[in-house]
């Protein structure tokens, strides 16, 4: 069994997107948390699936820092937009944008 940590960067945020998507509609219906941390000097969007020395770590390298705290990304379609409060679509899911200050993984860039 290998402890390691498997990195996949995605060239379009909405691609990254369609891995909650696909998540919340499992068996589990688990949410993976979307974490923003600034790595050496690159704003940087991502998520982790499966278990910790197993882990997988989606992420995505942005122009800018995200200016609202949520991304509101459509179940049906995968569209997304960033808001800054849960809104009250039944046929959206919310995710919150959590603001990291430091994280042990070494993003191969």
Known sequence: MSNE???LKYEDLADMLKVILYSSQSMLGVI?????INHN???MLFIQTGTVGNA???????KDKPAMKFIQLKRLTGDYSFVNAIGSDAQSIYVPIL???KSTFDFPL
């Open 99 to 101: 603001k990291l200050e």
């Open 32 to 36: 993976p948390m979307l974490y923003y």
């Open 56 to 62: 997988t770590v989606h992420y995505i390298v942005e």
């Open 5 to 7: 940590t498997v990195y």
């Open 41 to 43: 000097n690159r704003h």
